[in-house]
């Protein structure tokens, strides 16, 4: 689910220049969901997104980790020497019915491959609710403690892992985890399941084909963004684990499927959105965050996917720091 850049037109051109001149709400604390609802209002989707765009890019937060990302994307020099971890994906939803939507991870494990990293794909329900998804996660990881490992999530599967991550069964479950790339995660949940629950019709209607189908309900209700769900609570990662989130902002021309041109429009009146996730979402989001203008929910096409991804891996094999963690060997116990 990302990742669908297409060359920046005269007339996105003149939309980023207008978002980048305009002299109200300079800094990026400043675009909260209610003022992103509102200048979506008065000046529509397209601009807000492209304001929310440029003040990531000015913040003095998230600018030098996005001008580096962009560096190691054109840069023309061999990667750097691949962190001793393995990359795991964790994927998305409908991996298994819908592999061309990118859920499966095959391009994040083809470009992994090619750096000589091991990769492996955690089993999810393809599927499943938040929580059966959180649960198969932790099952995963008490089988497999002994590698360090970087995993990367595609869009739900974002939600299923910070689940599992927040579980109070988790204590030094992840302490294997030497970095999390988010790909398109709606780590809050998607304001298209409250959609879904918001009408009468509409959840009937969806309730019926999923009993139908024989699939669970919840996952459409725990997917839910509003106040009593308990992805909408603030998110906070441990210390020790690095998180990279990864999140498209596209206008309504880039959205590529005629369904993901519904959910955008959905969304639109509650602000920017990549079809899934409210893009104000991700300003309170722990770690470091790389928008990418123009994309969407999905995975195309794939070679803007493997370079992005292929720079993210050199990113983090440049972080002296995390290549210690994955290569220092824990001593065994002294025998009595």
Same mark, same amino acid.
């Given at each position: 689910?990302?990742?669908?850049?297409?060359?920046?037109?005269?007339?996105?051109?003149?939309?980023?220049?207008?978002?980048?001149?305009?002299?109200?709400?300079?800094?990026?604390?400043? #675009?909260? %969901?209610?003022?992103?609802?509102?200048?979506?209002?008065?000046?529509?989707?397209?601009?807000?997104?492209?304001? #929310?765009?440029?003040?990531?890019?000015?913040?003095?937060?998230?600018?030098?980790?996005?001008?580096?990302?962009?560096?190691?994307?054109?840069?023309?020099?061999?990667?750097?020497?691949?962190?001793?971890?393995?990359?795991?994906?964790?994927?998305?939803?409908?991996?298994?019915?819908? *592999?061309?939507?990118?859920?499966? =991870?095959?391009?994040?494990? /083809?470009? !992994?491959?090619?750096?000589?990293? +091991?990769?492996?794909?955690?089993? @999810? !329900?393809?599927? &499943?609710?938040?929580?059966?998804?959180?649960?198969?996660?932790?099952?995963?990881?008490?089988?497999?403690?002994?590698?360090?490992?970087? @995993?990367?999530?595609?869009?739900?599967?974002?939600?299923?892992?910070?689940?599992?991550?927040?579980?109070?069964?988790?204590? &030094?479950?992840?302490?294997?985890?030497?970095?999390?790339?988010?790909?398109? =995660?709606?780590?809050?949940?998607?304001?298209?399941?409250?959609?879904?629950?918001?009408?009468?019709?509409?959840?009937?209607?969806?309730?019926?084909?999923?009993?139908?189908?024989?699939? %669970?309900?919840?996952?459409?209700?725990?997917? $839910?963004?509003?106040?009593?769900?308990?992805?909408?609570?603030?998110?906070?990662?441990?210390?020790?684990?690095?998180?990279?989130?990864?999140?498209?902002?596209? #206008?309504?021309?880039?959205?590529?499927?005629?369904?993901?041109?519904?959910?955008?429009?959905?969304?639109? /009146?509650?602000? *920017?959105?990549? =079809?899934?996730?409210? @893009?104000?979402?991700? $300003?309170?989001?722990?770690? +470091?965050?790389?928008?990418?203008?123009?994309?969407?929910?999905?995975? /195309? *096409? +794939?070679?803007?996917?493997?370079?992005?991804?292929?720079?993210?891996?050199?990113?983090?094999?440049?972080? !002296?720091?995390?290549?210690?963690?994955?290569?220092?060997?824990?001593?065994? *116990?002294?025998?009595?």
């Amino acid at each position: 689910m990302l990742f669908r850049r297409t060359q920046t037109s005269q007339s996105e051109s003149a939309l980023l220049q207008r978002a980048a001149e305009w002299n109200q709400h300079r800094s990026l604390e400043s #675009l909260d %969901d209610q003022t992103l609802w509102r200048i979506t209002g008065q000046h529509g989707v397209d601009f807000a997104t492209a304001l #929310l765009f440029d003040r990531f890019q000015k913040s003095p937060e998230h600018k030098g980790f996005i001008e580096r990302i962009d560096r190691l994307r054109k840069s023309d020099l061999p990667p750097r020497e691949k962190i001793p971890a393995k990359v795991i994906v964790v994927p998305g939803a409908l991996y298994l019915e819908r *592999p061309d939507m990118g859920g499966d =991870g095959k391009i994040v494990r /083809r470009v !992994a491959e090619s750096l000589s990293y +091991e990769t492996d794909l955690i089993p @999810l !329900a393809s599927f &499943g609710s938040v929580t059966k998804n959180a649960s198969l996660i932790r099952a995963w990881f008490k089988e497999h403690s002994k590698d360090k490992v970087i @995993l990367v999530s595609l869009s739900k599967g974002g939600s299923d892992l910070r689940t599992a991550l927040e579980s109070n069964e988790t204590i &030094g479950l992840f302490d294997n985890v030497l970095a999390w790339i988010n790909v398109c =995660g709606p780590l809050n949940g998607s304001r298209m399941a409250d959609w879904v629950m918001a009408n009468g019709v509409r959840t009937l209607f969806c309730r019926t084909k999923f009993y139908v189908q024989s699939r %669970d309900f919840r996952f459409i209700t725990e997917l $839910c963004h509003d106040l009593n769900s308990p992805s909408s609570a603030p998110f906070s990662l441990k210390p020790s684990m690095r998180i990279i989130n990864v999140i498209g902002f596209p #206008l309504a021309r880039h959205m590529t499927t005629r369904f993901s041109r519904f959910c955008h429009r959905s969304l639109a /009146r509650w602000g *920017p959105n990549d =079809g899934t996730t409210a @893009l104000s979402d991700v $300003c309170q989001w722990p770690g +470091e965050i790389y928008p990418v203008w123009g994309a969407d929910h999905y995975f /195309r *096409p +794939e070679n803007v996917a493997s370079n992005l991804i292929m720079a993210l891996f050199d990113y983090l094999a440049e972080d !002296a720091s995390l290549f210690c963690r994955a290569s220092r060997r824990e001593m065994a *116990p002294a025998l009595a």
